[in-house]
């Protein structure tokens, strides 16, 4: 992608109907800056928006299940919107519906405490931060993981690209001489290319990169997320990391990290589920997530079967086995849940679990989604309640009738009161992060119903965290702070000091 002219990423505005009388730039949080330091450099915006499209293109020629995919997620989403003009004009209101088409997560998995700080740099370049720890060991799956993200508002809506990066945890290798024999074989390898580390030093040196650099950059850094067939391992040793775990040898068995899959969202995710098989594609049996629901909530989750994809050993002249990790995903994404709406949401996802007395599968996928429903009829299904009883995170805007009436005597001044009057309204701020129970169910759904699952309490965030170098981002905290701004501008906005 080309880059011209001066690059400073500008928010867009409220709803139609509560547009401040003047523009509201929100300040750079504290984890990053959203705007260029120098005018010769390019946003880091801009460069994951440009990124993420040159990955979509890349995978979709690496994959070609995931344009049909991606052409039924845009047939399904079009077809929403035009039954429902409302959510149509909600989504536009809000800024949604312009980076629809543009929102994608991928997903990378990696071996060593190096690979991880480096990609931690290389997302940085793109203004990414590592928001949140999973722990999938519970599943049976042998990694602990973090979302690099955009953390502000502002910047979210010029590009939402998310990455969910997995670390392998070698410790969890019970055979010594394997566990060994892996960390030996990440030890040779380098997944960056020279020039992306490069650009990277550079950009950290200088603050940015200008365009040149930035279109140099995307290239660069497309090598570490590509596809190899030719494996560094030989057909032995492949069988014997896949022996002690599939995601093992997928990590360790190859030059690079190759990016599994890549998301896109929908708004509608029960009938893209149900058209896939149409379209030559065969879904897994159950949507990860909360159940159906009028006001969407968290994420939901579903994806295909991965694919054999041939592959040549080191003691094979040509490509003679085969290797299936890479896959295609889709979500939709509701309201982001505070702590009292995640606690309820865990509570009634267990009891349906609970109830279910079994993982997940084709044979149950009906009882299951039966269960769901049952259990999450206790949850508040519409925006208002899940507003009044604290369970979801809100964006506010002052509306046409708040402006005309800030100057009034006797206006209202409590928040409760300016949303009666219909002097502030309230959006639902989207959820940008994942679950860990749908994740590990994406994973295991992927890797067979043989994969091993006995790491559970092996959950260590402070060596994952050391690994990274640094912490990791408290993605509840990042909610709280987009909710506060939002009402810290309608108060100086209504000449209010609080709300």
Request: aromatic share 8%; hydrophobic share 40%; net charge negative.
């Amino acid at each position: 992608m080309k880059f011209r002219g001066n690059f400073v990423c500008q928010p867009r505005a409220g709803p139609a109907e509560s547009r401040p009388t003047r523009p509201f730039t929100p300040r750079p949080s504290a984890t990053g800056s959203l705007f260029m330091s120098n005018q010769h450099f390019v946003s880091p915006d801009l460069i994951r928006q440009g990124f993420s499209r040159a990955m979509s293109d890349m995978y979709r020629e690496e994959v070609p299940l995931y344009g049909a995919l991606m052409e039924l997620v845009a047939e399904v989403n079009a077809q929403v919107l035009e039954r429902q003009p409302a959510l149509a004009r909600h989504l536009q209101s809000s800024g949604e519906l312009q980076r629809l088409d543009l929102e994608r997560h991928g997903a990378i998995r990696v071996g060593s405490a190096a690979e991880l700080a480096t990609l931690a740099r290389l997302f940085a370049v793109m203004g990414m931060q590592p928001v949140g720890y999973y722990d999938l060991t519970p599943a049976g799956v042998p990694v602990h993981s973090t979302a690099f993200r955009a953390v502000h508002e502002a910047a979210l809506q010029v590009s939402p690209f998310r990455v969910f990066t997995s670390l392998l945890r070698l410790e969890l290798i019970d055979n010594p001489e394997l566990r060994s024999f892996a960390e030996q074989v990440l030890a040779r390898r380098q997944i960056f290319t020279p020039q992306v580390l490069e650009l990277i030093q550079q950009a950290e040196a200088a603050g940015g990169l200008d365009a040149e650099d930035a279109e140099r950059f995307i290239r660069q850094a497309l090598e570490t997320f590509r596809w190899h067939h030719h494996a560094t391992v030989t057909a032995a040793q492949y069988a014997s990391l896949s022996a002690q775990h599939r995601l093992i040898a997928d990590v360790v068995a190859f030059k690079g990290p190759h990016i599994n899959h890549l998301t896109p969202r929908t708004l509608d995710i029960d009938e893209v589920q149900r058209l896939m098989p149409a379209r030559g594609i065969t879904p897994k049996a159950v949507i990860e997530g909360p159940p159906r629901r009028e006001c969407p909530i968290l994420l939901r989750q579903t994806s295909f079967k991965a694919l054999e994809e041939s592959v040549a050993f080191t003691d094979q002249a040509q490509s003679q086995g085969s290797h299936s990790a890479r896959f295609g995903e889709i979500e939709q994404r509701g309201a982001a849940l505070t702590p009292k709406g995640r606690e309820l949401y865990d509570r009634l996802l267990n009891a349906a679990r609970d109830a279910l007395g079994d993982f997940p599968n084709e044979a149950n996928a009906q009882r299951y989604n039966q269960l769901m429903q049952e259990h999450f009829r206790e949850f508040p299904d519409s925006h208002p309640a899940m507003r009044e009883q604290g369970l979801a995170y809100f964006r506010y805007f002052v509306s046409e009738t708040g402006l005309a009436a800030r100057n009034q005597p006797q206006r209202p001044t409590t928040l409760a009161a300016l949303l009666a009057a219909g002097h502030l309204s309230a959006e639902p701020l989207v959820y940008e992060d994942f679950l860990p129970v749908s994740a590990a169910g994406i994973f295991q759904s992927n890797l067979g119903d043989d994969s091993q699952s006995h790491y559970a309490g092996q959950s260590n965030r402070q060596a994952f965290e050391a690994a990274l170098g640094r912490p990791t981002l408290d993605e509840l905290q990042l909610y709280a702070q987009t909710q506060q701004r939002s009402l810290e501008h309608c108060a100086a906005t209504l000449g209010l000091p609080a709300l």
